[in-house]
């Protein structure tokens, strides 16, 4: 079992709708971190959050230490926005250390 | 300020050939990390370096497997008579601590391998 689960798996949207992500992790972390990975690409950091919320452009992304819980947001979807949304996090003491979800893959169609 | 590169990019070897990997940090950055990718999985640490040491290989399998980070020149992943099931995505990720908690990470693009 995964320590780090999102949902949901597979998300298809139309454009301009608004999309949210869910990541849920199962012990204390100093940092939950939102990665962007498009098809055959790299992999871009888009925030790291260990408290509250932070917003970047269209990007809005949430957590809370108590549930154990964070989302991302996107408003205003676009095609371009298609790509793997990963989740992942540094567990408390292992600092060094990445614990991956395995990923949201979205589609935004016209 | 070139970011993290990795090559190459793509890489196919036969069964039983060696596999390596090269990846240079970002400027300034002395901590190295290797993820890998399965077809339809999620990332998975392998292991962390720091120039001429290892930190954590808790993630790297017992066998083939090996990685440096020497003095100077690009930290290597080194996969020995590799096998089907090594193809895979291979990451690499610097920062200039040895901590994933302190601001952005830095990705490399990746070096896909396919074994035939």
């Known amino acids: 079992k995964n320590e780090v689960e999102q949902s949901p798996q597979n998300l298809t949207a139309q454009e301009g709708e608004f999309i949210t992500i869910n990541c849920s992790y199962s012990v204390g972390i100093s940092a939950l971190h939102w990665l962007q990975q498009h098809p055959g690409g790299g992999i871009v950091s888009l925030f790291m959050?260990?408290?509250g919320k932070k917003k970047h452009g269209r990007l809005i992304a949430t957590i809370n230490i108590q549930e154990k819980h964070s989302s991302l947001h996107i408003t205003a979807s676009h095609p371009r926005d298609s790509a793997v949304y990963i989740c992942?996090?540094?567990?408390?003491?292992?600092?060094?250390?990445?614990?991956f979800g395995t990923g949201t893959r979205l589609q935004v169609t016209l | 300020n070139a970011g993290v590169m990795q090559n190459p990019r793509h890489l196919v070897r036969r069964r039983g050939q060696e596999a390596r990997l090269r990846c240079s940090p970002m400027k300034g950055h002395s901590h190295v990390y290797w993820y890998r990718q399965l077809p339809e999985e999620g990332l998975k640490f392998m292991v962390y370096?720091?120039?001429?040491?290892?930190?954590?290989e808790s993630g790297m399998p017992k066998e083939r497997f090996s990685a440096e980070f020497p003095k100077e020149g690009p930290s290597i992943l080194r996969i020995q008579q590799v096998v089907r099931g090594d193809s895979a995505a291979y990451f690499c990720a610097s920062s200039p601590l040895g901590r994933m908690d302190t601001g952005e990470l830095f990705f490399g693009e990746g070096s896909r391998l396919t074994v035939l």
């Open positions: 992942a996090v540094t567990y408390t003491g292992t600092a060094s250390k990445l614990t």
């Open positions: 370096l720091q120039k001429e040491n290892i930190i954590d």
């Open positions: 959050l260990s408290s």
